[in-house]
């Protein structure tokens, strides 16, 4: 898929986005965007940047860390998903120090070094050009930052392979048909498998110029976060 079939996809899917991940993670995705942005160690006060933010958890999640002193910002590529961070974000009381932004994840609108962290949830998968949104990751990081990037992981165990295949086949899809979502949700399967697995994820973020690359698995390896320091 190109970049503009990805972003009709989300913005088609923007207005149930948030209901169906809650309702299909069994509220599991807040507890894996939390280890995320453990992993990316954000202090009072620091810019922090959530790459693909969507309706915004992370970047929600970033600014209870940081701080009303700090900056977040959220980039995304599609104006609907944008829409409903907003909305979320002008009905917190008190508002977050968050920005959003519309832009394209391998085509930063940032100087060098002007992050201190970031974050990246369910996005890395969908962009044509991992390796050069790596770079960019890398090019708007400080020095002895983190990014902290979160998807969909192909498990080694065939038991959990076959377990993930059959919940997206049998639960996730017909959930989504019920909103006339059935393509825009059958697309995940085939994205995952031509997701790099985790050894091949570590190479590309060190052929990206990061210091440091780990892969931790979570939920049994269906899920994982690459932790990439500069
Ligand atoms: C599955 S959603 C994840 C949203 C949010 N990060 C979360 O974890 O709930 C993926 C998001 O990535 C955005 N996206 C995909 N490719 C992108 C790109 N090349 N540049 C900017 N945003 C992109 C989509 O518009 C969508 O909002």
């Known amino acids: 898929m190109t970049d503009p079939d990805i972003q009709?996809?989300?913005?088609?899917?923007?207005?149930?986005?948030?209901?169906?991940n809650q309702d299909l993670s069994w509220g599991l995705h807040r507890v894996w965007?939390?280890?995320?942005?453990?992993?990316?160690?954000?202090?009072?006060?620091?810019?922090?940047?959530?790459?693909?933010?969507?309706?915004?958890?992370?970047?929600?999640?970033?600014?209870?860390?940081?701080?009303?002193?700090?900056?977040?910002?959220?980039?995304d590529f599609s104006p609907q998903q944008l829409a409903i961070a907003w909305e979320k974000a002008s009905t917190t009381i008190p508002s977050p120090p968050i920005q959003w932004v519309e832009g394209n994840a391998a085509n930063l609108p940032f100087p060098d070094r002007h992050f201190d962290c970031g974050t990246m949830g369910y996005g890395l998968r969908n962009v044509p050009d991992i390796p050069r949104t790596l770079k960019e990751l890398h090019r708007v990081l400080k020095l002895g930052g983190k990014f902290a990037i979160l998807d969909f992981h192909r498990p080694a165990l065939p038991i959990l392979q076959a377990f993930q295949q059959w919940y997206l086949d049998n639960i996730v899809v017909p959930a989504a048909e019920r909103f006339a979502l059935k393509a825009e949700y059958e697309y995940i399967f085939?994205?995952?498998?031509?997701?790099?697995?985790?050894?091949?994820q570590v190479k590309l973020g060190k052929a990206a110029g990061f210091k440091t690359a780990v892969h931790y698995p979570i939920s049994g390896g269906m899920m994982g976060v690459l932790v990439l320091e500069k």
């Not at 009709?8 to 169906?20: G, K, M, N, S």
């Not at 940081?66 to 977040?72: R, Y």
């Open 8 to 20: 009709t996809l989300f913005d088609r899917i923007a207005p149930v986005y948030d209901r169906l």
């Open 33 to 75: 965007k939390q280890m995320t942005v453990k992993w990316a160690d954000p202090q009072p006060g620091d810019r922090a940047l959530d790459v693909c933010c969507g309706s915004g958890d992370l970047a929600f999640l970033l600014a209870k860390r940081i701080g009303e002193k700090g900056q977040i910002i959220g980039l």
């Open 190 to 200: 085939p994205s995952l498998e031509r997701f790099p697995l985790s050894t091949e």
